[in-house]
């Protein structure tokens, strides 16, 4: 039998990729955090013309009284890329942590909060909303929380989902998912149900603290495939 060596400057150069083999390929875990898509470049604005449901969708926010910027459509790489997006700038109750939101999701979000969880905390909590807190919109990663979806581009990446975590009452009252999901208090309870099946009908697919542990201090929401309500 012929004997081969390995050169001693491959040796080294696999020792390395060895290493990061086992350091990353140890199975997922749902508390692990997300995994960023680096982008190989800078974002490209990308020169298209505006499709007509993008247009209709602008002409919807402008009517609900809703202030707004168009942002242009880029591709950011790795997958990640936004067209018919919006930077919302005033809804009638300020909201925390948003970026873009592709414009169906920003129009179903707006009237989300207009039309179901202002009108639930007052009737519900006895206090008007003053604030909704979230996590963000847009991130270039994938999505978290199911080991084999772990390589899936997230509909964070689209711009097309935004993460809530909680809500401010004029009252001083702050109610979260995290700690009020299971609250000792039924109306708050009941408060967080409601607007949790609103929302059911509003966007294409809705996550709670129900539907896994990564879930659980943020309800999901995005306008990707659907209908899905967990």
Known sequence: MVSRRVPLSLAALALPLLLSACLFGSGGSEKRPAQSRQPSRGPITLREPTPRDTQQCFTDLSRSGIRYSPLPDRDFGGGCVVRGAVQLLDIGVPVSGIKSMRCPLARAFTGW????????????LGSDLVRVE????????????RPESATKLSEHGLANAVDVSGFVLKDGRRVTILRDWQSSDPAVRRFLEAVHGSACKRFATVLSPRYNAAHRDHFHFDMGRGPFCA
């Open 113 to 124: 909060v207009q039309f179901a969880v202002a009108p639930a905390a007052r009737q519900m």
């Open 134 to 145: 979230t996590f963000g919109t847009y991130s270039c990663r994938a999505v978290v929380g």
